[in-house]
C-alpha cells in the first residue's frame, strides 16, 4: 500500500483478493463466477477469510462482510465428507452465527457447478435489495470504511459495524482528538471521564503476555518482564481512576494490512486483577460515542504511556 | 486424458484452460468475467492461444475459434507501447486475418475494466447470434469435436473446419478405414486411387528433418540418417504410383494432448525432389472427402510402413 493513502483503491483490492484464490481446482472459477455474475462494486468480498475456531481456524473461500455471508467450495471426495461437513457447518453457526453456503464441484458437471454458483448470486441479490430496503446496507467504499469522518457522522463506532482503522491517529480521531501522526499505543478520552483510548496487541508480544477472550469478552494484560514490573503495572492501575477503556486491538487484516479493531468499551475488573494474573478488563458495551475532532476543546488531553 | 475416452469433458477442460492464467495481474480476472458474463457452454475458448508469426510466435490471452476472435490483455505501462502494439496488432492481422481486441487494465478503473470486457461480451453475443442465423455456428461439444462420426455425417473434412483427431485410428475412420488401435504413421486410402492416409511430425524429429511451410501449402521430407536411406527413400517414392496423401499432422493443444490436425491433400511434387533435400508435397486442396468405416469395401486396404 504506497504510503500516501491510508486504503487500497478497489481495484487494487480486488486483484488481491483473487490473486488469493487456486486456479488448479475450482476455487478461482467459483469464486470469479459468483464475483462476475453478481457485478456489484458496491459489495466487498473477502477470500480465504479467517474464522477462529474453538481449536484453530478455518479459512472461509469467500465472505461478503455487508451480508455475513460465507461460501465454502467442496472439492473433497471422501466418504466421510458430509460428516465432517456436518461438524464444520456447526462449528461455523457457533462462531459467525450463519452455516455456509457450500458450491460442491466435486460429483458435479460445469453446468451443475454454474447452476450452484448462480443460486447463490441471485440469494446475494436478494439480501442486498433487503438490507436496503431496511436501510441496512452501507455501499462498500474503501476511503469511507477506514475514514474516521464516516463514523463521526454517524455519531457512534459499534463493533455489530466491524468498525476498524488503518492507522491510530485515525482511531483517535474518531473519538475526537485530533493528533496528527501519533505514535503511542494509548490517550486519555477528550470528552469521557476516566477513559482511556488503547491500540494494544492482544496476544503476547514482547514484555506483555496478553490475550482476549471474544466470546467472554475479556481481555488479560499482564506483564512478564519481571514480578517487579507486573506488581509496579498492577498497583498503579488499581490506583488509577482511568478504570474504563475504548480499544482497539492491533491486527492484521485478509492481506496482511495492520489495522486497529474496535473491540467494545472495557472497565477494569478490580476483583479478579491480582499481582500473578495481571489486569483484567471486563466488556461494558459494544459501542462507543464518537466526536468531531475539530471542535475546540476545554479539557487539554493527557497523553499516557501504557503497553502497546 | 484417462485413457477410455478420447475428450476431456467441459468441466475439465475449462479447469485447465483457467489454470494457465495469471491471477497475480489481471489476467484471470478479465478472462474469467468475460467468461462468466457471456455464459455460453456452446462457446468454446482457449487461453494463451499460440499464434504463428514471421519471427516466432505469439501467445494471445484468449481466443474463441468458431469465432476466430481474440483478445488481448494490456499490462503494459512502456511509452512505446501503442507503437509495439500496432505493429503486434498488424502482425496479428497478416497470421490470422482478424486484429485482436485489447483490454486495457493498466490505466483504467475497475468499473472500466469491467466496462471493456461487457463490450466484449456483447460483441461476442452479437457475433454468435450473426453466425447462428446463417447456419455457421457450431455449437461447441467435445465429445463430437474430436469424434470422427461428425466428419463422416458432414461428408468433408476442412483445414477452414480446423478438423483435428486425438487419435490416428479416428482419423483412418474418417476416411472408411475401421482398424481399431492402428498405430502406424501411414495408411492406403480405402477408397481413393494411389492416396494415402498420413500422420506425420511435420518436424525435425529422430531419422527425419522435415518441415512444414503453412504459406507455401509445402512439406518436406527428408531421411538424413544417412545419405544412402535418403537415396533409397527418395527413389522408392518417385517410382511409387502412390502419390497422393491426405495429411493429419502430429501436434500439441493447447493443453499439451497429442492431436492430429488436418492439414490438407498434398501431391508429391517429383520436379523438386532431389536426393540431397528429399521429398516436397505440396497441397493441391483444402479438403477431403470422408467415408462411412462400417461400409463394407471391396479393395482390401494395404497398410505400408511410412516414417512418422
Known sequence: MPKSKYYLTKKEYIKKQIARTNKKNFEN??????????????????????????????????????????????EGHHLDQQEADKIRDADFQNVVGVSPKRVDVWNTTIKEINDQCDQIVTEIETLVIKRKSTGEFDSWSPEKEFNPDTWIKKGKITTNDKVAFRRIVDGCKALGLNYEGFQRAGAKHPYEENTMI??????????????????????????????????????????????????????????????????????????SSNYNDGLYWRKTSKEAKTYDYNKKRTPACNIKSLNS
Open 29 to 74: 472459477y467459483v469464486i470469479s463466477r459468483i464475483i462476475h455474475r453478481l457485478d456489484n462494486l458496491d459489495l466487498k468480498f473477502v477470500t480465504q477469510q479467517y474464522v477462529k475456531r474453538e481449536d484453530g481456524y478455518y479459512l472461509a473461500d469467500l465472505y461478503f462482510p455487508q451480508l455475513n455471508y460465507f461460501i465454502e467450495i467442496d
Open 198 to 271: 488503547w491500540f494494544p496487541k492482544l496476544y503476547p508480544n514482547g514484555a506483555w503476555e496478553n490475550f482476549y477472550d471474544e466470546e467472554k469478552g475479556l481481555i488479560r494484560e499482564r506483564n512478564i518482564e519481571s514480578e517487579e514490573k507486573r506488581f509496579k503495572h498492577v498497583t498503579y492501575h488499581l490506583n488509577d481512576p482511568l478504570k474504563r477503556r475504548i480499544v482497539f486491538a492491533r491486527v492484521r487484516d485478509s492481506l496482511g494490512f495492520i489495522l486497529y479493531r474496535f473491540r467494545g468499551v472495557f472497565e477494569l475488573d478490580e476483583d
